[in-house]
């Protein structure tokens, strides 16, 4: 059961990477898709990460909403 929970979990995040537009964005290469999120990771540690960790918060949630709000609409 565990093994399926962190194997769905895992799905899903490899979903927001594609839906993020990441993939295309990176020609689907693994290596450079590997090391934007090192990048990522870096900064959140470098700068201020409460602030930092908070703005892609904050932005992640409005994209969550205005495409629920799409889904809505269609």
């Known amino acids: 059961m565990a093994r399926r929970t962190r194997t769905r979990h895992l799905i899903e995040l490899g979903g927001l990477v594609q839906k993020a537009g990441l993939v295309d964005l990176a020609d689907d290469d693994h290596a450079t898709l590997y090391g934007a999120m090192l990048e990522?990771?870096?900064?959140?540690?470098?700068?201020?990460?409460?602030?930092v960790l908070a703005l892609w918060k904050r932005r992640g949630k409005r994209a969550f909403d205005a495409e629920a709000e799409g889904a809505g609409n269609g």
Do not use: I, P, Q, S
């Open 40 to 51: 990522l990771a870096a900064k959140a540690r470098d700068e201020n990460a409460g602030d």
